[in-house]
């Protein structure tokens, strides 16, 4: 796979781990819609600098809209308010580890309605990570279950806002992370003012710093990841955050640590590590294509460029609208934003040069 796709999806990770169990803490000084609108109005905040570099036409922005608009209500409005209120009924380091439901909702999406190959490591390790949700839902207390099911919806959420975002290849991923700063942010903001009441000031600053470094730098990172691996493997990449969110509860926010949530951290780790063999390599067919990422020029990438337009060598990461010329060949790969293709098997041996 992609080393900097995995790398940008693993720091996303750190950073949105970090900013979970910080963010439960600020449950008690304001009402869940309040706090989802903040974290998601910090995130617009620290993308600003970044929307000027690659000012996305009227065109791209017409092909964008349904899906953008999808990935605004799902993933900016619906999913954290459902987390904010999920996050209010259970401990830091369960809420942290329950977010691994995001990664089976993910796959579930991207392979059985977004059509990704998916491939015996990635079902296994859903599977494991599963179960570690299971382990951390299954409670006789009434007040975690509700959480617990508070946080699968959120969850849920997220797995169509990251199928769709990771094909929307016509805008940068900081302009995706600004309309759902402004929009989805800006809406539950007003919400939450209008039926509860304002926060003190200290934990208002404290929940825009909290979003934009954990939803809108992880945002953009992942949404740049993942259109190097797919949705399915950059959700796998990502679903260390739990993890990061359990220590930090534990070490940092010095929670008691339980043996369910002791389990369900083993368990989820053994089954995100299943994703770094995850590659498979048959013929494939590459249809002419028009869009606009971040590249270099590698056999995907053969076009030329205007005068002027690239300042940077061919050879360094740099972005623009391009071409794609229709081309057929065999190379180890992920279903990224060139290989979306259908395969007429799902078993890795049904391909001449099958793996997984």
């Known amino acids: 796979m992609s080393r900097i796709g995995v790398l940008r999806c693993a720091l996303a990770a750190v950073l949105f781990g970090v900013s979970a169990p910080l963010a439960s803490r600020l449950t008690d000084d304001m009402g869940a819609f309040t706090l989802a609108g903040l974290l998601y109005v910090g995130a617009a905040l620290a993308v600003i600098p970044a929307l000027g ?47 691994n439901l995001e990664l089976v909702f993910t796959t579930l999406v991207a392979g059985l309605l977004f059509r990704e190959h998916i491939g015996r490591h990635v079902v296994w390790g859903t599977v494991l990570v599963l ?29 169509f806002d990251n199928s769709v975002t990771a094909g929307l290849d016509r805008l940068a991923p900081a ?53 190097d691996l797919g949705a399915a493997r950059g959700q796998l990449v990502f679903a260390t955050a739990p993890f990061i969110g359990a ?20 368990v989820g780790v053994v089954g995100v ?39 940077a060598g061919e050879a360094q990461r740099h972005s623009h609208l391009h071409r794609h010329e229709p081309m057929v060949h065999v190379h180890p790969h992920v279903p990224d934003l060139h290989h979306r293709h259908d395969h007429p098997h799902d078993h890795p041996h049904d391909h001449p040069h099958g793996q997984d």
């Open 131 to 159: 179960s570690g949700g299971v382990v951390l839902g299954w409670s006789a207390s009434p007040e975690l279950r509700w959480g617990a099911l508070l946080i699968a919806g959120a969850c849920l959420c997220w797995a």
């Open 175 to 227: 302009h995706i992370t600004f309309a759902k700063g402004v929009i989805a942010g800006g809406t539950n903001l007003v919400i939450g003012l209008a039926t509860s009441a304002t926060p003190e000031v200290r934990p208002l600053l404290w929940a825009l710093v909290v979003g934009a470094i954990g939803y809108g730098a992880s945002i953009t990172l992942w949404v740049t990841g993942a259109r």
């Open 247 to 266: 220590l930090v509860a534990w070490l940092v926010l010095t929670d008691p640590v339980t043996m369910r949530e002791v389990i369900a951290f083993a």
């Open 273 to 311: 590590g299943l994703v770094l063999r995850s590659a498979h390599e048959h013929d494939h067919h590459h249809e002419p294509m028009m869009h606009e990422h971040e590249h270099v020029h590698d056999e995907h990438h053969r076009h030329g460029h205007e005068p002027g337009l690239v300042a």
């Open 53 to 99: 570099r690659t000012p996305p036409s009227r065109e791209a922005v017409r092909a964008s809209l349904p899906s953008l608009s999808a990935a605004v209500v799902l993933g900016g409005m619906a999913g954290p308010v459902l987390l904010a209120f999920g996050l209010a009924r259970v401990p830091a380091a369960t809420s942290s580890l329950l977010l």
